[in-house]
């Protein structure tokens, strides 16, 4: 069987290709030259890409190793594309890089070891910069040959022409050794050392042993280099007066001087002096030891066996260089990389290495630091709000694990688009975390930056909270330090804040007596350390971002948005973790391709919302009374998987004056009676005059709305401590203390949404233009402001609107006249269009209808709806849930019926239940894995209607798999319709017929790309025969190759009633296409046939004409742009010839000379270009 291995290659999840990528550009700058050679001869890259990797951009513009250095993330993602896409070819050539890399770890391991017995001088120093430029100045002037030996410079060394143009040179260096003395402190021993590394290899081949004769050019230019120098050249000084230098004079008899040139190439890319480049070396004098091979200045590479002569001196200027390294493996990595390389999977040696590494002791102070943090933390964030014990009351949520999806596109290569991936409630379950797997590292990599998800009100702050007692109960002892930083008062624009100011002034943590010495050990041991950005969703102003970070952790002052750039990008505190709390929508933009783990905090479960009524009212009759009371009305007890609304709810019962009062029914209600009811308590305790609190609420109300434009929740109080007081008491504002300041901020996004409605209400400076457009549902948002910008919708429509009344103290001033907004918000409601507005709109108009308490606009509503309601990509919490049901309702008087399109909305089981269960519900589309579940409950419950119902509305048509987990369950979808039963259980009397959706199947469209497509296509393959009515089959690019058109080909003839198949950009070759034609004369209703793009040649153009006159309902082939020449197209006019029916044949292609497409064209005007 003859297959495209090129055009079918086999994939793996981009995430994995793109962590290996990482891993291979930071082997070292020598290794990632070789690196990409190997992809390159393996046809990897093409010869254009890989030649642009040794050419500058265009003006303005990186080149790709320039970003190594600059941008080494962007560089790994644009090097990972081709890489993944031919993954066959790279996987080897990637794992051979990494075994390179562990044997050199095996080599240095033993130097590093040897070098621990090396006795240092005392008396030695580094040579001062001003000399070492004097030295060099020197050299380039010529006047070094004064302080040379005649006689050396007589031996022909060096012969180098003078001249502009390119010249060359050969250097005649002395005797090499193969072997290596190394020597002990304790005796003498000889080590025989291997050649440790290929790429060392290549070096030496290079080498003048091998007269290989590096090319160089006349002083002043410069060229791209990849060729290797001489490593050592010895020079005898007769006199070193002339540079007048104490330091330069030996301790102790031997030369006086060696110059070593680097041992390896300049990194790809990069401009560097044509000739070689020589370090100049002071000796030392040492006791005899051992000697270690010399560190190149270029990349830390360690010098070859056969390139250490005896004309080293004993104890040279790398012997200390090398000792005055960190105590890890010597790695080809340069100084910058060492401290910014992740680490690597563990190896054998991994245990020595972490032996190695001490950490250093702490001093007194930093413990007693430590211990007075715990202890603050444990006082601060023991209470949540309204008093409540963090101990007692506080509900232990799960968190899900979150995915990245990447978008692939046309301009995939220049950016790399990413979302969230949705997950079914059967994926949400399955990926269940609690709070000690947190920081838990994955298989991948380590978790160094965690995004904590939640939408307002889930409780991401009490969960921080419950995590900082965690670490003050020594519950996270991989922390020595927590910083919990609140970003609603960081000021974001000053630049006066230093690393030490913002961990110790800005934090929530307690003041340091001796902050100098604290925060010298944090950036001694910066991976026992956690920094907290609680609320990073207040960061409004995210241009820019991760640019400019702060480079140094000490001294120099930087703004807060550049410090967490710092601290992001590892600038600073390389190794400390950091946790963002912030809400899913339209925030982490910039910085979600980049985290390391993001994960979603859980809302409350009915059990948990169980639990949580149960510990707030410890009387039991009061707690039952209450739990009936939240159940009873089914809004309320929907709100309450909030667990911020959950705490309201059950504050609102708490104070209400008799156990008969009804439960509100809105979420306006719920708010207005809950902010009446803190008012009314703060009033008890308040001497001052009733209109005078009348001031203070319009005062407030005017501040949130304030707030509310500019996206944040300060409350702006000036110097009105009276109003503080107010604010404070009523529960309305709270307040923010550190070490530096303390602010006051509104207590929750809906307590400031709801005085921002009462403001744009009341206000006699809102007109009714400006309610409309701040606050009406439109079309489009012209500035997205999140969660924020939907509540207050539903706050003004429902003040505005609602008939019900309040109990306590109305927020609405009662004389106020509210006729001429009331009579806006109506006409826009009236006006809108529901079937031009997306989903996320379309979600929002119900939650307005609902907040009315009005059966008019819920009727009009369902009168102008489409017959296919669409919620595809809006996450459905159990409140939108039943505000849609709500309304959905009041369809069966107006005899209305719809289809409802749930993909990716993260539905619960139980809410697809009551949706399904709709009458007006008469087909829906949902997860696949979702509907399975639904099935498997309503079996499991006996109710065999429902479950008939539900099976009978599930429809598939049209099938549009554009993701993965569009197309991974319904293999279990065909086996269901194949074996008639349910997973785990017998046959099921309802599917005796089969699953009517894949039998209804019309339309298919898979759409995965050239990534996904072809691991995912066995996949439609295996559901292919079941759908026996489908009529349009598109799997434009997706690279399914040859092995992927034989597979297609033998379930063809199961698809009777096809009538379109686009195969288009598929990488078909003849193989592919001669067994596609022995196929395709078996679907007799063929009508449309597209090949355009592929890798047809002559002998698949002559498979194609042999059967064409055997597909007799074919009346379109399109074949445009294949390899082809006029041979095959010849064979195919003759055979369209035979074809009546046929109404279009396009075949141009660039191997068809024109003149003889224009001969058949004239012979046949079916035959087309394009």
Request: proline share 5%; hydrophobic share 35%; glycine share 4%.
């Amino acid at each position: 069987m003859s297959t495209s291995q090129s055009c079918c290659p086999v994939m793996v999840p981009f995430e994995d290709v793109l962590f290996q990528v990482r891993k291979a550009l930071q082997v070292g700058p020598s290794l990632v030259h070789e690196f990409l050679k190997e992809l390159h001869e393996a046809k990897v890259f093409s010869t254009q890409y890989y030649l642009s990797l040794f050419k500058h951009g265009e003006a303005g513009k990186q080149s790709l190793c320039e970003m190594l250095f600059n941008d080494e993330e962007d560089l790994a993602r644009k090097l990972s594309l081709p890489i993944w896409q031919k993954w066959d070819i790279s996987q080897g050539i990637l794992d051979s890089a990494f075994s390179k890399e562990e044997d050199l770890d095996q080599f240095t391991d033993v130097i590093d070891a040897e070098a621990q017995d090396i006795v240092s001088d005392p008396a030695f120093e580094l040579l001062p910069d001003n000399v070492i430029l004097e030295y060099l100045d020197s050299i380039l002037s010529g006047a070094i040959e004064d302080l040379l030996d005649p006689d050396f410079l007589e031996k022909d060394y060096l012969n180098i022409p003078a001249g502009d143009t390119d010249t060359t040179c050969t250097l005649k260096p002395a005797t090499f050794t193969e072997k290596r003395q190394i020597s002990k402190r304790k005796g003498e021993t000889t080590l025989n050392k291997p050649s440790h590394h290929k790429r060392n290899k290549k070096v030496c081949a290079e080498s003048p042993l091998n007269e290989r004769k590096p090319t160089i050019m006349s002083e002043g230019n410069f060229r791209l280099s990849s060729n290797t120098f001489p490593p050592l050249l010895h020079v005898p000084f007769t006199s070193i007066s002339a540079f007048n230098s104490p330091p330069l004079l030996p301790t102790s008899g031997g030369p006086a001087f060696q110059i070593i040139c680097p041992l390896t190439p300049p990194l790809i890319s990069t401009v560097v002096p044509t000739g070689p480049t020589y370090v100049l070396v002071s000796p030392q004098s040492v006791s005899p030891s051992a000697q270690i091979l010399p560190l190149s200045p270029t990349s830390g590479t360690v010098a070859p066996p056969e390139l250490t002569m005896s004309v080293l001196p004993i104890g040279s200027i790398s012997d200390s260089v090398s000792k005055s390294l960190p105590s890890l493996p010597v790695e080809t990595l340069s100084p910058t990389e060492v401290s910014n390389r992740q680490p690597l999977k563990n190896t054998e040696s991994s245990p020595s290495k972490t032996e190695r590494k001490v950490r250093p002791e702490a001093p007194k102070c930093v413990k007693d630091y430590v211990c007075h943090a715990k202890t603050h933390m444990k006082n601060t964030c023991c209470v949540m709000r309204g008093g409540l014990r963090m101990e007692s009351h506080y509900v232990d949520v799960h968190l899900v694990q979150r995915k990245l999806l990447i978008k692939s596109g046309k301009n995939a290569n220049k950016c790399l688009e990413k979302e969230l991936v949705v997950l079914s409630d059967s994926e949400r379950k399955q990926g269940k975390l609690d709070r000690s797997q947190l920081f838990h590292n994955s298989a991948s990599r380590p978790k160094q930056s965690v995004a904590l998800l939640g939408k307002a009100g889930v409780g991401k702050t009490t969960f921080i909270q419950r995590l900082c007692l965690d670490w003050a109960s020594d519950s996270l002892p991989q922390f020595q330090f927590v910083f919990l930083l609140n970003c609603k008062i960081l000021d974001l624009t000053q630049s006066s804040y230093s690393l030490k100011s913002l961990l110790f002034d800005l934090s929530m943590s307690p003041p340091c007596k001796d902050s100098d010495a604290v925060f010298k050990h944090i950036l001694s041991s910066p991976d026992e350390v956690l920094i907290i950005f609680d609320s990073f969703d207040d960061i409004k102003d995210f241009e820019g971002l991760l640019q400019s970070p702060a480079k140094s952790p000490t001294g120099t002052k930087y703004t807060i948005k550049q410090l967490f750039s710092g601290l992001f990008q590892k600038e600073i505190i390389s190794g400390c973790k950091l946790l963002i709390a912030t809400r899913p929508k339209d925030v982490l933009n910039q910085v979600l391709r980049k985290m390391d783990s993001l994960l979603e905090l859980c809302c409350f479960s009915p059990e948990d919302i169980e639990l949580y009524t149960s510990k707030y009212f410890r009387d039991t009759s009061v707690r039952e009374n209450a739990l009936t009371k939240i159940k009873t009305q089914r809004y309320i007890y929907s709100l309450c998987s909030n667990p911020l609304l959950c705490w309201i709810t059950c504050y609102l019962l708490e104070h209400q004056d008799g156990c008969c009062d009804a439960m509100p029914s809105t979420l306006t209600d719920l708010y207005q009676r809950v902010t009446s009811k803190h008012l009314q308590l703060a009033n008890q305790e308040n001497t001052i005059l009733d209109n005078k609190n009348r001031q203070n609420i319009t005062q407030m109300c005017k501040m949130a709305w304030e707030g509310f434009k500019n996206h944040n929740t300060h409350a702006n109080l000036v110097s009105s401590t009276e109003l503080v007081d107010y604010g404070l008491k009523s529960g309305i504002l709270t307040s923010y203390k550190t070490v530096a300041h303390q602010e006051i901020h509104f207590a929750d996004l809906f307590t400031q949404n709801l005085l921002g409605a009462v403001h744009l209400v009341q206000s006699k400076q809102v007109n009714e233009k400006m309610l409309i457009t701040h606050s009406g549902v439109h079309q489009k948002k012209r500035k997205s402001q999140g969660e924020s910008q939907d509540v207050m919708q539903r706050f003004v429509t429902g003040l505005l609107l609602q008939k019900t009344p309040t109990d306590g103290i109305s927020i609405l001033e009662s004389n106020m006249d509210l006729q001429a907004k009331m009579k806006a918000v109506e006409t826009h409601l009236e006006n809108l269009k529901p079937n031009e507005l997306v989903p996320a709109r379309l979600l929002e108009l119900f939650h307005c209808v609902y907040e009315t308490n009005s059966e008019k606009f819920a009727k009009l509503l369902l009168k102008n709806l489409p017959d296919n309601l669409s919620f595809c990509g809006v996450q459905l919490c159990p409140s939108d849930v039943y505000v849609i049901c709500h309304l959905l309702q009041h369809a069966k008087a107006l005899k209305r019926s719809f289809s409802i399109n749930l993909q990716d909305t993260c539905i619960l089981i139980s809410g697809l239940k009551e949706l399904v269960g709709l009458q007006c519900i008469k087909s829906f589309w949902a997860h696949t894995a979702d509907t399975i579940g639904l099935w498997v409950d309503l079996h499991q419950s006996d109710d065999e209607l429902n479950l008939k119902s539900a099976i009978e509305k599930f429809t598939l048509n049209p099938f549009k798999a554009t993701q993965g987990y569009h197309i991974e369950n319904l293999p279990l979808l065909v086996q269901i319709h194949r074996e008639k039963k349910l997973p785990m259980s017998e046959f099921v009397s309802v599917l005796d017929e089969g699953v009517p959706a894949l039998m209804q199947l019309q339309r298919l469209e898979f759409e995965l790309g050239v990534q996904n497509g072809p691991e995912l296509f066995p996949k439609l393959i295996e559901v292919l025969p079941s759908l026996q009515s489908l009529e349009h089959l598109d799997l434009e690019k997706n690279k399914v190759g040859d092995s992927g058109a034989e597979k297609l080909a033998g379930v063809l003839h199961f698809l009777a009633s096809l009538r379109l198949l686009n195969l288009s950009q598929n990488c078909i070759g003849d193989a592919g296409v001669e067994k596609l034609s022995q196929a395709l004369v078996s679907v007799r209703s063929l009508q449309s046939l597209s090949l355009y793009g592929n890798l047809i040649d002559d002998t698949g153009a002559e498979h194609l004409a042999t059967v064409l006159p055997d597909m007799k309902l074919l009346q379109d082939l399109d074949i445009k742009f294949n390899k082809f020449t006029d041979i095959g197209a010849k064979k195919l006019s003759a055979a369209l010839k035979k074809c009546t029916g046929m109404k279009s044949l396009e075949l141009w292609n660039d191997f068809i000379p024109y003149g003889v497409f224009e001969h058949l064209h004239h012979q046949d005007p079916r035959i087309r270009s394009l």
